[in-house]
């Protein structure tokens, strides 16, 4: 059985995971608006993804014989500066993701819940895949700097992913 603590802090990070997903919609729509369908894509299979890591979470809370409650998601920004900056923001956004779950990493820790630590330990790789992908894109996004012609170069190997 869940503790309610653990079960309160893992119901907040599915809203979390959810915001995530719905910060990357957002990401999407921006690039469809730029004509920039690689990226938009890109940012369209991480929404999918958080999608699957709020699910994950929410079976987890089950299979333990917790209740999900679920919560207000937050609205996410609907325009942003550039393509570099949205970059920023992902990266940015990852590690604050990474410290979110080792906050429930350590909580699970202190209360000796071994079943959620082994189960947290899947997020903590995961976060490491997230923060390489956002550092490698940013820094390419970075290289074609105001280069339209490269921008659009970058955006067409993007149109493959997920496929
Ligand atoms: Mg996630």
């Given at each position: 059985m869940i503790s309610q603590t653990m079960q309160d802090a893992i119901n907040a990070q599915i809203k979390n995971e959810f915001y995530s997903a719905y910060l990357y919609l957002s990401m999407s729509a921006y690039f469809e608006s730029l004509n920039m369908p690689g990226s938009a894509k890109w940012m369209r299979t991480q929404f999918g993804e958080e999608q699957t890591h709020a699910l994950k979470m929410f079976d987890f809370i089950n299979d333990r014989g917790g209740r999900v409650m679920l919560q207000a998601i937050d609205l996410p920004p609907s325009?942003?500066?550039?393509p570099v900056a949205v970059w920023e923001m992902v990266l940015e956004h990852e590690r604050k993701v990474t410290g979110l779950i080792y906050q429930l990493y350590a909580q699970a820790v202190k209360e000796n819940d071994y079943a959620a630590q082994t189960f947290l330990a899947w997020f903590i790789n995961e976060q490491v895949e997230e923060e390489k992908n956002a550092s490698l894109m940013l820094e390419r996004f970075k290289q074609a700097g105001g280069n339209a012609g490269t921008l659009l170069l970058f955006d067409g190997h993007f149109t493959k992913r997920g496929e």
């Open positions: 325009t942003f500066a550039s």
